[in-house]
């Protein structure tokens, strides 16, 4: 019976071999294909918007004479038109109003709620936060007729005020489910640092708790602001009064009056859309930023 020795040479590693999970042609085709779909996908999500934005500098008749074309000569007169109009910028006025507004109360309310339900153990803490969190699953549609009827009986009809109260409880819950990762990720040993140097719960909720949330609090309010400002189902059964409509509401108005001139309801709606569009381009970063430091908080 023979016996078989390994000979291992000092300083030379066995080699090992690595599975590669595909051919670098095949990688670069599945790459191309994921860059195709999704520059299809964008196209498809920005083709409206181009056709509105280039349909403003249209007339009349190109739009009925080829309703998919570019626009042959850069017709300027209809945005000019509706800049002009003190009606426009009546509006923008009431939406900035009822957007402003509603983003400054549901941060602050929020923030405080927030601050309580992450920081403190009390006795129906889990009962409120699945409270809030049962109000992302609860839209404005259900509860528009008993909101009518609620905002009609405060006698808050006709007024930004109607509009500006519900917007504040419905941006609540997701206002809450953002910060309280955030808050609840702040060392405790800072906390009793804080109330050993002498500062008070509010003190320290104002000194530490709001600096460090900044990320948070930019979030919740380029969302809250955005969706206020886009609000279109609230304004319609709160509002009647055309002196008080917000944008999207101004918007759908003007389009009725001036159903016939389609390049200048066209020109209109582009410029309704533009403000929002803007505000969350240049802040898009922030909310990516946000949300991602609230997952892994």
């Not at 602050?108 to 699945?130: H, T």
């Not at 905002?151 to 910060?179: K, Y």
Request: hydrophobic share 55%.
């Amino acid at each position: 019976m023979t016996a078989t020795a390994a000979v291992v040479t000092p300083g030379r590693r066995t080699p090992t071999r690595r599975h590669s999970s595909g051919l670098p042609g095949q990688r670069k085709s599945s790459n191309l294909a994921v860059y195709f779909v999704a520059l299809v996908l964008v196209a498809l999500m920005l083709a409206p918007v181009a056709y509105i934005i280039f349909g403003g500098f249209r007339t009349n008749s190109e739009i009925t004479l080829d309703p998919s074309g570019l626009p042959t000569t850069w017709n300027w007169e209809n945005y000019v038109n509706v800049l002009a109009s003190g009606v426009f910028w009546r509006q923008v006025g009431n939406s900035l109003i009822a957007a402003a507004a509603t983003t400054l109360f549901v941060v602050v309310l929020g923030l405080m709620a927030a601050f309580a339900l992450a920081r403190y153990n009390f006795r129906g803490r889990g009962a409120f936060y699945a409270l809030f969190t049962a109000g992302l699953m609860f839209p404005m549609t259900v509860a528009i007729t008993p909101l009518y009827i609620l905002v009609r009986d405060l006698g808050l009809m006709n007024s930004l005020a109607g509009v500006i109260v519900p917007q504040i409880a419905f941006g609540l819950p997701m206002t809450i489910i953002i910060l309280v990762p955030f808050l609840a990720a702040i060392p405790h040993e800072l906390q009793e640092a804080a109330s050993i140097d002498g500062c008070s719960r509010l003190g320290f909720f104002w000194r530490m708790v709001v600096p460090l949330a900044v990320p948070g609090i930019i979030t919740v309010g380029i969302l809250v602001f955005v969706q206020s400002w886009n609000s279109y189902m609230l304004p319609l059964f709160i509002l009647n009064n055309e002196a008080s409509f917000t944008l999207p509401l101004g918007t759908q108005a003007f389009a009725s009056q001036y159903s016939v001139d389609t390049a200048k309801v066209l020109a209109f709606t582009s410029l309704s859309m533009i403000p929002a569009l803007v505000f969350f381009s240049l802040f898009e970063r922030r909310i990516v930023g946000g949300l991602t430091g609230a997952v892994k908080g």
